[in-house]
């Protein structure tokens, strides 16, 4: 069903229905289920109903209850990664098995971006949580070649990690968990001829990849800030080729694809989008056409789907709701897209400080 207006009051119902019980479809993702309350509670944020619908204090004990702590100091380099639990579940101790299964009880970096996000956004204060074991056991996962492990054994390495470090690192305010030169040479490789960046060295270029290398270098400071504003001589990335490789991403249809030759998908409105934004190329965006390609994706119980006609799911419901902030849609809070939460949970201000109203 195709909606002719943004309906707010949908979504935010659709939103506050996924916090109070999830479907039994995403019974799958239990694992992830810190991620899903990321989705869930920062579209809430977005749409102006967290104070009215969540328990934010309720939310940050049990954010902090899936923090892995070492027994002792000592533990911090034997090669584990304490960070954050993506769910209750995945604390279980872990079952002897002689198969070669990669065991989930244990902490990985994208939940512990999730853990971190989600603290700032209710309003909790980062310096009150043992920041030290997650920086720490966190210079374990950073590969020689710059790159990093989301945990500390058998996994894959590419751009989605290293966001997800230099995230953590910046949201906690202290670099000492990676060594961001070598993080930067690693971004730097997976620019492809095209001006996109692959998740890996020489691979395709991707929305998803181009958005996590290009906001990394941002958050790490190697790039500025809408620097096709600033007239800089040059730049450690091919900004002009990056620049028409995302122009080149928005289809007849006005929704945006992740790769060449691909269908527009809600999501890379947001992943897309956001890397124009850090670059100052926003104004190329057909705004116009985008949102209309948008509401076609917009579901009658709220929430929003992958592709036209779809059923709705959280995933592309969050970024849609991300999507329609860049475009400046009335009633919902401005975005930080360089780190997925609104400006001011990104701030560290709460909503009911005196320093809020200061910031307007």
């Known amino acids: ?26 019974q799958s993702q239990e694992i992830n289920r810190l991620t ?24 940050a004990t049990w954010v902090l209850s899936l923090q892995a702590h070492p027994r002792s100091t000592a533990e911090l380099n034997n090669g584990q990664f ?14 002897n098995n002689d198969n070669g299964a990669l065991n989930p009880s244990v902490s990985n970096l994208a939940s512990t971006y999730c853990a971190l996000a989600l603290l700032k956004i209710v309003g909790y204060n980062l310096s009150s949580i043992d920041s030290e074991s997650i920086l720490t056991s966190m210079r374990n996962l950073q590969q020689p070649d710059g790159s990093f492990m989301p945990i500390h054994t058998g996994a894959e390495t590419d751009l989605r990690f290293v966001y997800c470090a230099v995230a953590i690192c910046h949201m906690l305010g202290n670099w000492s968990g990676m060594d961001k030169e070598k993080a930067k040479e690693y971004i ?52 002009p080729l990056l620049l028409d490789w995302c122009v080149q991403r928005q289809a007849a249809d006005g929704g945006f694809q992740g790769r060449p030759n691909k269908p527009s ?35 009658e119980y709220g929430g929003f789907s992958k592709f036209p006609g779809q059923l709705p799911d959280l995933y592309h419901s969050y970024y849609g709701l991300t999507a329609f902030s860049l475009l400046e849609e009335p009633g919902l ?23 809020y109203l200061l910031a307007l």
Not at 36 to 44: E, K, Q, R, T
Not at 278 to 290: E, P, Q, T, Y
């Open 36 to 59: 899903l309350a990321y989705f869930v509670i920062s579209g809430l944020d977005l749409l102006n109903s967290l104070d009215r619908l969540v328990d934010k204090d309720a939310v």
């Open 188 to 239: 730097l490789k997976c620019q492809s001829y095209d001006g996109g960046f692959g998740l890996v060295p020489g691979s395709e270029s991707h929305g998803g990849a181009t958005y996590c290398g290009v906001t990394s270098l941002r958050l790490m400071g190697f790039i500025e800030d809408e620097i096709l504003s600033k007239n800089a001589p040059s730049s450690i990335i091919d900004v």
């Open 265 to 299: 998908d809600t999501c890379y409105a947001f992943w897309i989008a956001s890397v124009l934004k850090i670059l100052g190329g926003h104004k190329f965006i057909d705004k116009k056409a985008l949102h209309g390609f948008l509401l076609t994706c917009q579901s």
């Open 333 to 355: 809070n401005s975005l930080c897209v360089e780190l997925g939460m609104t400006a001011i949970a990104a701030m560290g201000i709460s909503l009911d400080s005196p320093s």
């Open 1 to 26: 069903m195709d909606l002719e207006l943004f309906e707010r009051d949908r979504h935010v119902t659709f939103l506050q229905m996924m916090y109070q019980l999830l479907p039994s479809p995403y």
């Open 82 to 95: 304490y960070g954050f639990h993506g769910s209750r579940a995945a604390q279980f101790p872990p079952e």
